[in-house]
Nanobody
Framework: QVQLVESGGGSVQAGGSLRLSCAVS????????MGWFRQAPGKEREFVAA????????YYADSLKGRFTLSSDNAKNTMYLQIDSPKSEDTAVYYC???????????????????WGQGTQVTVSS
């Protein structure tokens, strides 16, 4: 059973930086396309970014391009989400998700992933 564990959340000042981690266990890391979503209080969970594992191609929500960066470390079975110059509206619970590569993958959709982490809280203060 694939398990995803997020870490790195916490409180950060607006304009600072933060890096979230998603550690994958129970499966071959390279066999899963990966994504990040977030859910702010009172709002639906929304797409943040995704990575196609076959070639490392990345996708970002249009409004977040330039401030959010995905990367991965195959040796550590971990995916990272770098958040630069965070804003108060970035405050949310951030979720990591995984879906088997080779299967139909709706990378922007909450329904496009098989496995989910428990989430990590990010709070941005001004």
């Amino acid at each position: 059973q694939v398990q995803l564990v997020e870490s790195g959340g916490g409180s950060v000042q607006a304009g600072g930086s933060l890096r979230l981690s998603c550690a994958v266990s129970g499966g071959t890391f390279s066999s899963y396309n990966m994504g990040w979503f977030r859910q702010a209080p009172g709002k639906e969970r929304e797409f943040v970014a995704a990575m196609r594992r076959s070639d490392g191609l990345t996708y970002y929500a249009d409004s977040l391009k330039g401030r959010f960066t995905l990367s991965s470390d195959n040796a550590k079975n971990t995916m990272y989400l770098q958040i630069d110059s965070p804003k108060s509206e970035d405050t949310a619970v951030y979720y990591c998700a995984a879906h088997p590569a080779g299967a139909l993958w709706l990378y922007r959709s909450n329904n496009g992933y098989t496995y989910w982490g428990q989430g990590t809280q990010v709070t941005v203060s001004s």
